[in-house]
T-cell receptor, first 111, second 118 residues
């Protein structure tokens, strides 16, 4: 059974800092690895999806990498802003349609 | 498109009562997912449908939970009878396959229904 872990559980950084969020998974037979953002009281918003054949995906200030062999993914946020404050969740897709989520990293970017 | 629509946004009920949560997926999406989010267990997949047919319900906690999708634009998740431990935020999500018969593309989530069972 897939298990997804995110470290750290919470992170507080000053505005402008570059930061890395970590995600590890136990079963490397994945279709894709997805990163989501969740704002308080809201649903999830998809940020990046990395197919199993890819190594990374980029969108604006966000860059996500995937290393299947080691069971790791990282989300890099460049030049963080207060608006980036949210919970970030990664999810592994093992069965083509069934996501297993990590516990999330709660990020606070201080002005 | 208005995105995935869920109703109600908040539901407070008493133990033993029946609860019905509703979801309207994004038009044209073939897949619909129901998730539950709690502090203790995080976000868990309960059940998902493809073309209105339930494909995997292994995440449904027990027989008190049931889900239906009578047509492509509507799904319900019912809890009967409800218990305090069912209190959680329930999310509905929809997506479409990257390739026919293949893994799905990005899942789009609704705003969730916050359920409180007293």
């Amino acid at each position: 059974k897939q298990e997804v872990t995110q470290i750290p559980a919470a992170l507080s950084v000053p505005e402008g800092e570059n930061l890395v969020l970590n995600c590890s998974f136990t079963d490397s037979a994945i279709y894709n690895l997805q990163w989501f953002r969740q704002d308080p009281g809201k649903g999830l918003t998809s940020l990046l999806l990395i197919q199993s054949s890819q190594r990374e995906q980029t969108s604006g200030r966000l860059n996500a990498s995937l290393d299947k062999s080691s069971g790791r993914s990282t989300l890099y946020i460049a030049a963080s802003q207060p608006g980036d404050s949210a919970t970030y969740l990664c999810a592994a897709d093992n069965a083509g349609n069934m996501l297993t989520f990590g516990g999330g990293t709660r990020l606070m970017v201080k002005p | 498109d208005a995105g995935v629509i869920q109703s109600p946004r908040h539901e407070v009920t008493e133990m033993g009562q029946e609860v019905t949560l509703r979801c309207k997926p994004i038009s044209g999406h073939d897949y619909l997912f129901w998730y539950r989010q709690t502090m203790m267990r995080g976000l868990e997949l309960l059940i998902y449908f493809n073309n209105n047919v339930p494909i995997d319900d292994s995440g449904m906690p027990e027989d008190r939970f049931s889900a239906k999708m009578p047509n492509a634009s509507f799904s319900t998740l019912k809890i009967q009878p409800s218990e305090p431990r069912d209190s959680a935020v329930y999310f509905c999500a929809s997506s479409q396959p990257v390739l026919a018969g293949g893994p799905t593309d990005t899942q789009y989530f609704g705003p969730g229904t916050r359920l409180t069972v007293l």
